[in-house]
């Protein structure tokens, strides 16, 4: 197993989904775990950058090269069988894959970041999350272990509990230690951290029963303030454990739904009918439970109509198929703007003090650039993207965009959001902190 | 208007046949046949246009009435399941002869509308047998209703174009995707149908009651394989000169003409 020449036959593995281009010298694809340490070893004995790369839909960059040599783990794409809710994935296994088996039991995995044909190697080293992390948290929180590889190409076996911070300091297991607040999990520390503490090889995976009763309802409303009042009533019930069924809760912006609108022929769309007309603003949520979920349903029903939603302005699917209908639309979101190829995206955590109004706050920092804001209302994990209509607007939306993370970060917010950090945010790192 | 929807339960994955060639519903969980949906959505604009009630009927288990709350949520009136031990079994034809039996035992309708074929037996012949067993017009492969002065107007995707016809009634209409995507039910709609009474007919609620008329038994026809047909397609990439290129697509258009 060695490097191979990038051109002519692997080009296209400069680029991701984010749409940036990189550069790089060599490739390889080992396709067994014990192959990486020594590939490791080889590019630190050249000299040479090393970028790690899954499946390449990151949205942020992660798997674009800077130069040097990538390693591609795509083919390390085995699955043991699962064995008691419990199954050990090589980092190249895909979302898809893990759920198809997982299916098979009556089991999943619960985080469901939209995009299925990420790698599990991948979504663990950005920690990725879906709509459900409200209630299910990140991948991190799934890994029951982990095969990890080091920058010096140390080959490490970890279990979640084996190493554990203690009064502020963290054993590895080469025997280094290092600072990390008390509690802290080894597993937590390396889950999220993009590559630049080493790669996963293979992870042990915890898997939870499909629930038997599942509900996603898209509330439209024909005002911005009632579907922020309608996402704050929310965010209180749930805080007093009035809603325990609540698995999402996502907010689309009028530009977001005109965006939804403009591409309804687009396939990802094709089994949605037309929005409704005059909709200023959506929050779509999730229900999901063992048994009947008629209390929640009702509870979400009547905080619709105080909050001035329209008697029959809602969509409501039950049963998998009927949910999964219904996540088409978030999932196109960021495809459609993909497509447009618009580079002023903002992925952050919205600061959790400001509550929804976090989202008013994003269009008003867009000042006059038109701006599709939606994610997590919940948890302020809201995107923006600009959406500049000429060239003075074009002009205006890199200022724009600084002055949006910059707010972010003033307020008690961070840069780092649900796609990780990567080569995108790199410009707005530096320039708004 | 009085319409009736003839709906199906079709299994929400693959599932495995039993040693009879019968589907073994059990092992997966059911939805409504897509190609319903689209029944549904015109029987809902017509009911919007012309008024009177809409009546979504369809022959299974206890658990078929999932698909009877989907039809309720989506617009229809009443909910009718045609259930009984007795028609366990059916095939196309004699589903036809049930369904039948269950629109007169209603009292037939003015317009019965249903999807063009389901996505489990996908023959696309319960419509067509249904007008039969009902000696009214059948008019399949509906891709657009148009209502103008009163009359009721179709266009057909026929295989040889498209046909444009005026609908008598009662009449049969199969209806394909072409009439626009069905809705999604509002939060409101889906409880209500929650709560609405499913209307249950067994063998002793229709005309025939003769139970030898009815299921596996009366069916004359069986399902003894299936198998999956593929249609390889052979891709060559040629380098040609542009002189060489025009003479060999002169040749494959020869070629097909001497063939077809």
């Given at each position: 197993m060695d490097?191979?020449?990038?051109?002519?036959?692997?080009?296209?593995?400069?680029?991701?989904?984010?749409?940036?281009?990189?550069?790089?010298?060599?490739?390889?694809?080992?396709?067994?775990?014990?192959?990486?340490?020594?590939?490791?070893?080889?590019?630190?004995?050249?000299?040479?950058?090393?970028?790690?790369?899954?499946?390449?839909?990151?949205?942020?960059?992660?798997?674009?090269?800077?130069?040097?040599?990538?390693?591609?783990?795509?083919?390390?794409?085995?699955?043991?069988?699962?064995?008691?809710?419990?199954?050990?994935?090589?980092?190249?296994?895909?979302?898809?894959?893990?759920?198809?088996?997982?299916?098979?039991?009556?089991?999943?995995?619960?985080?469901?970041?939209?995009?299925?044909?990420?790698?599990?190697?991948?979504?663990?080293?950005?920690?990725?999350?879906?709509?459900?992390a409200l209630r299910y948290g990140r991948t991190g929180d799934q890994v029951l272990g982990l095969q990890w590889v080091t920058p010096e190409g140390e080959l490490w076996e970890i279990q979640r509990g084996q190493y554990v911070s203690q009064n502020g300091k963290l054993s590895l297991p080469d025997g280094k230690t290092v600072d990390a607040e008390s509690g802290r999990d080894l597993l937590d520390l390396l889950s999220g951290s993009e590559g630049k503490l080493g790669c996963a090889l293979s992870l042990e995976l915890k898997l939870q029963?499909?629930?038997?009763?599942?509900?996603?309802?898209?509330?439209?409303?024909?005002?911005?303030?009632?579907?922020?009042?309608?996402?704050?009533?929310?965010?209180?019930?749930?805080?007093?454990?009035?809603?325990?069924?609540?698995?999402?809760?996502?907010?689309?912006?009028?530009?977001?739904?005109?965006?939804?609108?403009?591409?309804?022929?687009?396939?990802?769309?094709?089994?949605?009918?037309?929005?409704?007309?005059?909709?200023?603003?959506?929050?779509?949520?999730?229900?999901?439970?063992?048994?009947?979920?008629?209390?929640?349903?009702?509870?979400?029903?009547?905080?619709?109509?105080?909050?001035?939603?329209?008697?029959?302005?809602?969509?409501?699917?039950?049963?998998?198929?009927?949910?999964?209908?219904?996540?088409?639309?978030?999932?196109?979101?960021?495809?459609?703007?993909?497509?447009?190829?618009?580079?002023?995206?903002?992925?952050?955590?919205?600061?959790?003090?400001?509550?929804?109004?976090?989202?008013e706050n994003l269009e008003a920092l867009a000042g006059s650039i038109s701006a599709a804001v939606y994610g997590h209302i919940l948890e302020n994990g809201l995107r923006i993207a600009l959406l500049p209509e000429n060239g003075e607007e074009k002009g205006h939306a890199d200022e724009a965009l600084k002055e949006i993370y910059s707010f972010a970060v003033r307020n008690g917010g961070s840069i780092r959001g649900e796609y990780g950090m990567g080569r995108v945010k790199a410009k707005w790192c530096r320039e708004s902190l | 208007m009085k319409i009736m929807v003839c709906i199906k339960q079709v299994p929400s994955a693959s599932i495995p046949m039993d040693g009879s060639g019968i589907l073994d519903r059990s092992q997966a969980g059911g939805q409504l046949n897509p190609g319903d949906a689209y029944a549904l959505e015109a029987a809902r604009k017509l009911k919007?246009?012309?008024?009177?009630?809409?009546?979504?009927?369809?022959?299974?288990?206890?658990?078929?009435?999932?698909?009877?709350?989907?039809?309720?949520?989506?617009?229809?009136?009443?909910?009718?399941?045609?259930?009984?031990?007795?028609?366990?079994?059916?095939?196309?034809?004699?589903?036809?002869?049930?369904?039948?039996?269950?629109?007169?035992?209603?009292?037939?309708?003015?317009?019965?509308?249903?999807?063009?074929?389901?996505?489990?037996?996908?023959?696309?012949?319960?419509?067509?047998?249904?007008?039969?067993?009902?000696?009214?017009?059948?008019?399949?492969?509906?891709?657009?209703?148009?209502?103008?002065d009163g009359r009721l107007l179709v266009r057909q995707e026929l295989s040889r174009g498209t046909q444009r016809a005026e609908v008598p009634f009662p009449s049969v209409l199969a209806v394909g995707e072409g009439l626009g995507r069905p809705g999604i039910p509002s939060l409101r709609d889906q409880l209500r149908a929650k709560k609405k009474d499913i209307e249950v007919l067994g063998l002793s609620d229709l005309p025939d009651r003769d139970r030898k008329h009815y299921g596996l038994g009366a069916s004359p026809t069986q399902v003894l394989q299936v198998t999956r047909v593929t249609h390889e397609r052979k891709q060559e990439v040629l380098r040609l000169s542009p002189e060489e290129s025009a003479a060999r697509i002169l040749r494959a258009i020869r070629e097909g003409e001497s063939h077809g």
């Open positions: 490097y191979m020449d990038i051109f002519p036959a692997y080009e296209s593995y400069l680029r991701d989904e984010s749409g940036l281009a990189g550069q790089a010298e060599k490739i390889c694809f080992p396709d067994a775990p014990e192959q990486v340490p020594e590939l490791i070893r080889l590019a630190r004995q050249a000299g040479k950058q090393l970028t790690i790369q899954g499946a390449r839909t990151g949205l942020a960059g992660g798997a674009v090269p800077d130069g040097d040599w990538v390693l591609n783990l795509s083919h390390l794409d085995h699955m043991e069988k699962i064995r008691e809710s419990r199954v050990r994935v090589q980092a190249g296994v895909t979302l898809e894959a893990l759920q198809k088996a997982a299916g098979k039991q009556n089991l999943r995995f619960a985080p469901n970041p939209t995009e299925e044909s990420a790698s599990l190697g991948g979504l663990f080293a950005v920690n990725g999350a879906g709509p459900n029963p499909i629930p038997k009763e599942q509900w996603g309802i898209l509330f439209f409303f024909p005002k911005r303030e009632s579907a922020l009042q309608f996402a704050e009533a929310l965010r209180e019930k749930r805080k007093a454990g009035a809603l325990p069924a609540l698995s999402a809760g996502e907010y689309y912006n009028q530009r977001t739904l005109a965006l939804l609108k403009e591409n309804n022929s687009h396939p990802l769309l094709k089994a949605i009918p037309a929005l409704p007309e005059g909709a200023e603003a959506a929050v779509y949520c999730e229900l999901e439970a063992e048994e009947d979920c008629e209390e929640g349903l009702m509870v979400l029903l009547d905080l619709f109509d105080s909050c001035g939603g329209r008697g029959e302005d809602s969509w409501a699917e039950n049963g998998p198929a009927g949910v999964r209908k219904l996540r088409c639309l978030r999932h196109a979101i960021p495809t459609l703007l993909s497509e447009r190829n618009e580079k002023w995206e903002g992925d952050f955590s919205g600061p959790q003090a400001l509550g929804c109004s976090w989202a | 919007s246009a012309l008024g009177g009630e809409i009546i979504a009927l369809t022959m299974g288990p206890e658990s078929a009435e999932q698909v009877l709350r989907r039809a309720l949520s989506l617009g229809a009136d009443r909910g009718v399941l045609l259930s009984d031990r007795a028609f366990a079994g059916a095939d196309v034809y004699v589903t036809a002869y049930t369904l039948a039996q269950g629109i007169r035992a209603l009292g037939g309708g003015d317009l019965i509308l249903c999807g063009q074929q389901t996505t489990d037996g996908d023959t696309a012949q319960v419509p067509g047998s249904l007008g039969v067993q009902l000696g009214i017009p059948v008019f399949g492969w509906v891709k657009d209703i148009i209502l103008t």
